[in-house]
Every structure is written in C-alpha cells, then in structure tokens.
C-alpha cells in the first residue's frame, strides 16, 4: 500500500528556519515525481515545486523560487520542504503528493500526505 | 498563459445532474485532473486524462474537454459530493510545469 507521511504541525516564529518531511512507503521511491502544494488557511491549492527523487531533479513555481528548498533522501525514502527565513504569511497547509504513474509528469496526483499545519506568529 | 479559471460556487439539487468547468489555454495542449476536498480532508483525485476514473470513485463522475474548457459532471449527486472541487493542468511553459484551478464549492441542496 502507497503511503505518504508528513510530520506534525509546526508553530515558528519569523525568521526562524522550519524543515518538514513526507515520509513515502509502498513503493519504488526513485521512479515518481513528488509535489508539494499549500494551501493558505481558506484558500486554494497552489502547487509550491515539484522533485523527481532518482535525481533530485526539481522545479519550483515562481512564486516560490528562492523561497522554499526541496530535496529527498532516497536511503530512507524521505522528501522534505524547508524553509531558512520563515515569514508571517507562510503560514499555512502543505501537502505533499505524488503521481499516478511512474516516471511521467502527468497532471494526476492519486496519492497525497494528511498535510502539514505551518503556523507563523511572533 | 497557464492560469485556469472556475466557478467560485455551484450548486446543485439533490440527484440532479451538475457540470463545473476549468478554462485555460493550457487545456488546449493538456488534460485536466480534478480533485475533491471536504472539510479538514487532503484532496482526492477524482477524475483525470481522457475518461479515467481511479478506483474506488464512483461511476457518476466524469470528465469531458473541448477547446480550452474541461468538465467535471457529476451525475445524480449526492449530500456526500459537497466538496470544493479544484482543476489541475500541466502548464503551457518550462516556468509553470503546473497549475490548479481557483477551486469551485459545491453544494448539494
């Protein structure tokens, strides 16, 4: 059975650092593409980047780029998003999830973490 | 552009047929994927590509496409489909690989 894992909820204080995992089980971990979307606190989703684990190969939305790192450690089949400088309006649900097939970027997501509850307040 | 365009709120009476709709140039070139997301839940896939339902989902979900415009229909709904639904596409450049739809909120009557 395909599991995505995410770890608990973070309560930070700006401009502190923040890491949070999706630990992934039930499959080849090398062979899928896994994303990671927000969702700020009654809003939408919006895709954060996106991080193929054979090769660490990555692809952040702009609006993310230089905000967030993505990486994955395939020895424990691990993905991770963080954080060095936290900001207010960071605040939000992430999640992670990953595609329906292996090796292609399709646009369908069947398998999706319970989300990460990032809380940003001085 | 890769933007994707829904209706904000829809609804729709117990049993009766509903349609909710994702424009967007990139649907042109693209299928959409559709998620379903209650309340304090993770998104669910619900349907996705051409005429692909995953297991488990039930038959009166269906997609369609024409042009720049793809389709959710939900045929005799249910209290249970109540949900925000979200539209997602791949994105027409190298910059935005992907992109979701503002979401439309359904509610069954």
């Known amino acids: 059975e395909v599991q995505l894992v995410q770890s608990g909820a973070e309560v930070k204080k700006p401009g502190q650092s923040l890491k949070i995992s999706c630990r992934t089980s039930?499959?080849?971990?090398?062979?899928?593409?896994i994303g990671w979307v927000r969702q700020m606190p009654g809003k939408g989703l919006e895709w954060v980047g996106i991080?193929?684990?054979?090769?660490?190969?990555?692809n952040y939305s702009p609006a993310f780029e230089g905000q967030v790192t993505m990486s994955a450690d395939k020895s424990i089949t691990t993905a991770y998003l963080q954080w060095s400088t936290l900001k207010a309006s960071d605040t939000a649900i992430y999640y992670c999830?990953?595609?329906?097939?292996?090796?292609?970027?399709?646009?369908?997501?069947?398998?999706w973490g319970q989300g990460t509850l990032v809380t940003v307040s001085s | 552009s890769s933007e994707l365009t829904q209706e904000s709120d829809v609804s729709v009476a117990l049993g009766q047929t509903v349609r909710i709709t994702c424009q967007g140039d990139?649907?042109?070139?693209?299928?959409a994927s559709w998620y379903q997301q209650k309340p304090g839940q993770a998104p669910l896939l619900v349907f996705y590509?051409?005429?692909s339902r995953p297991s488990g989902i039930p038959g009166r979900f269906s997609g369609s496409r024409s042009g720049n415009t793809a389709s959710l229909s939900i045929t005799g709904a249910q209290a249970e489909d109540e949900a925000v639904y979200y539209c997602?596409?791949?994105?027409?450049?190298?910059?935005?690989?992907?992109?979701f739809g503002g979401g439309t909120r359904l509610t069954v009557l």
């Open positions: 039930g499959y080849n971990f090398t062979n899928y593409w």
């Open positions: 999830t990953r595609t329906r097939t292996a090796g292609e970027l399709g646009s369908a997501w069947n398998h």
């Open positions: 590509g051409k005429e």
């Open positions: 997602n596409c791949r994105g027409n450049t190298a910059l935005e690989l992907l992109v």
């Open positions: 990139s649907l042109r070139n693209f299928y």
């Open positions: 991080i193929y684990p054979g090769d660490s190969d990555t």
